[in-house]
């Protein structure tokens, strides 16, 4: 069982990313259903439902659940043992930031995460390290500071399970939860 | 060095209220371990005897590497007092040490244990005691005839009698995955969970005592640090500030924890006092700085920082103040604590890409690494200094692992399901 889950979590979430879906890689904490109208509590992470997304055509929903858009990616990846964004994420942080700023009362989690290798509390402070680099940058963007939580996980909450450069490139993350 | 392979499943089918959850092996030993056969023990009750207070010994001194425990099947007798021993007949067989007791019912529930350390080639007693105990307290009686032993014959005392605190990580069919904060005796035997969680648990540390242990638990979505007493149940939630609160660990005196928080913006450690809840700073510095350890004196705290741009150990008065960079080999040094006499430390580094357990010695500077794995991880000292416990990774599986301090003698305990990790050795128990 568990064996099955290792072997797919690396493809799904590649697939996942390659589609622009909305799902975050780790089911429990799929991003939430946050409308126009939600306020500030209900969009905090805690018992987050996901509901999906129609492929194509033309969007008439909330911007966070189109698939088409740069707001669909909710997972930013990190090189080993450091915290800075790397480039090519910088307009999906931008998209973001522009969301939260057009929307004061949407919140979101920044979740910061590391691979296994090193020790875990420090790695607490690299998982939280990472999740500050997103909060800067969307700060800097004119996103308001209680708009952002930031939690660090550290090596605690792998997306992937395998001890490979693979799954460790997939673990060195920050996901964005809304 | 001379390999040899030992696989003792510790598991008495006539005792299923307790078993071993976890599997030791010794998977390298000591030449020239002092030969020392333990006759069983005699038993003056009714029924079966419920301990097997021999084997437990036998398995103890074994297990340290430092002795090599004749099989009983090689025993050519049985002896159960030293009149009826046959000194020749044990000399022969290369035995220099030999071990005879007895076991009597003595009261409700009760029973008393004999035992002798008799010296083969002399051909007299080391020492003897007659110790009355329970039934839930034999094993823990059998452990500590072994600490005895271990003493009498090495000069430092045995650490059988003691336990290790871990946590276990096991995916549930629900998807969700079961962490487990567990205590267990030092041979695996008696694992009792003490705390359960969907959300991670770690960095689990005794109190000086043995009394207690604080952890850190992200149960509610966010990090908070517990202390929980290990016999009562009871806890108290110690700091739960924004950001991380995490790395506890005791004072040697047991009023203080040392730990990391990033509510100043970044991970800093501070000094906690438990009684006054007076929270004092020790480092501000914008890296990362984690994991502090008590120096045995409580005079100093060691911890991580990137602050040279890759985690390293410093160290720093208990009161604040300049830190002392203590780490100079590999690239990557982390999570350092004191043996119990305060002359080495033991932490990860990485060398040639492999995470894993050194000790350095704190006065010449010198680190030996003493683990093979790639992703060892979590050192800590036996409380007496003898072995050090660590976490190690095979196939997918997290196990224990550990290594006397010269990296002669190595073990591996092995978890029956799922993944166990961050093993911490208890102090002595009074």
């Known amino acids: 069982m568990k064996r099955v889950l290792i072997l797919w979590i690396p493809i799904l979430l590649s697939l996942l990313l390659m589609a622009g879906c909305s799902s975050t890689p780790t089911g429990d904490q799929a991003g939430a259903e946050v409308s126009e109208q939600s306020t500030g509590a209900d969009g905090s992470a805690a018992g987050a439902s996901t509901s999906a997304a129609s492929q194509g055509g033309e969007w008439q929903g909330d911007p966070l659940e189109n698939p088409n858009s740069l707001l669909a990616t909710r997972v930013i990846y990190f090189d080993f043992d450091q915290s800075t964004v790397r480039s090519e994420y910088l307009d999906v942080i931008q998209a973001h930031a522009d969301y939260l700023a057009a929307n004061p009362q949407a919140v979101v989690r920044l979740e910061g995460h590391a691979d296994e290798k090193g020790t875990r509390e420090y790695n607490l402070g690299l998982g939280e390290n990472r999740a500050n680099s997103v909060r800067s940058l969307m700060l800097a963007q004119g996103v308001s500071d209680n708009q952002l939580v930031v939690v660090s996980y550290g090596e605690e909450r792998p997306a992937a399970f395998e001890h490979n450069e693979e799954s460790w490139a997939l673990n060195r993350r920050v996901e964005l939860i809304y | ?430």
């Not at chain 2, 025993?75 to 022969?92: G, H, I, N, Q, Y």
């Not at chain 2, 510095?285 to 350890?293: K, L, R």
């Not at chain 2, 932490?347 to 350095?360: D, S």
């Not at chain 2, 794995?373 to 224990?400: C, H, Q, W």
């Open chain 2, 1 to 430: 060095m001379k390999k040899f392979l030992f696989s003792l499943i510790l598991f008495f089918t006539w005792q299923p209220a307790l078993f071993a959850e976890l599997t030791i092996e010794i998977t390298e030993g000591v030449e020239g371990a002092l030969p020392i056969a333990v006759v069983p023990f005699s038993w003056q009750g009714k029924g079966a005897p419920p301990v097997d207070i021999a084997e437990v010994i036998s398995a103890d001194l074994q297990r340290s590497g430092r002795f090599k425990s004749l099989p009983r099947e090689d025993m050519l007798a049985r002896p159960t007092s030293v009149d009826l021993v046959e000194f020749k007949d044990w000399r022969a067989l290369g035995i220099e040490n030999l071990v005879i007791g007895q076991v009597q019912a003595h009261g409700a529930g009760g029973y008393q244990i004999q035992f002798q350390l008799l010296d083969v080639f002399r051909g007299e007693q080391l020492t003897g005691y007659s110790i009355p105990t329970t039934a839930p307290n034999l094993r823990n009686t059998a452990h500590r005839i072994a600490d005895l032993i271990y003493e009498k014959l090495l000069g430092v005392p045995g650490a059988f009698a003691t336990r290790v605190a871990y946590i276990t990580s096991t995916k549930l069919a629900d998807g969700e995955t079961s962490i487990k904060l567990k205590i267990a005796d030092a041979d695996g035997y008696n694992p009792e969970t003490i705390v359960t969680s969907t959300e991670p648990l770690l960095s689990p540390a005794w109190s000086p005592d043995g009394q207690k242990i604080a952890y850190v638990s992200f149960e509610g979505g966010q990090s908070a640090i517990y202390v929980q007493g290990v016999y009562t149940g009871t806890r108290q939630k110690v700091t739960s500030f924004k950001g991380i609160n995490g790395a506890p660990a005791w004072s040697p005196d047991g009023r203080k924890l040392a730990l990391t928080l990033s509510k100043g913006g970044n991970p800093d450690i501070y000094v906690y006092d438990l009684a006054t809840r007076n929270l004092k700073t020790i480092t501000r510095h914008y890296a990362i700085d984690t994991e502090p350890a008590w120096s045995p004196d409580g005079r100093s705290i060691v911890f991580t920082s990137d602050r040279g741009g890759r985690p390293q150990i410093y160290r720093v008065s208990a009161h604040g103040g300049k830190a002392q960079r203590v780490t100079f080999q590999n690239s990557y040094n982390a999570r350092a604590s004191f043996s119990p006499d305060g002359k080495l430390l033991t932490l990860v580094t990485r060398e040639e890409g492999k995470y894993r357990i050194a000790v350095q010695d704190l006065e010449s500077g010198v680190m030996q690494v003493l683990s093979q794995g790639s992703l060892d991880e979590s050192p800590s000292f036996a409380p007496n200094g003898s072995m050090v416990i660590y976490a190690s990774k095979t196939g997918y599986r997290g196990v224990l692992a550990a290594v006397s301090v010269d990296g002669r003698v190595r073990q591996r305990l092995a978890l029956q399901e799922g993944d166990v990790r961050e093993p911490v050795w208890s102090p002595f128990k009074n």
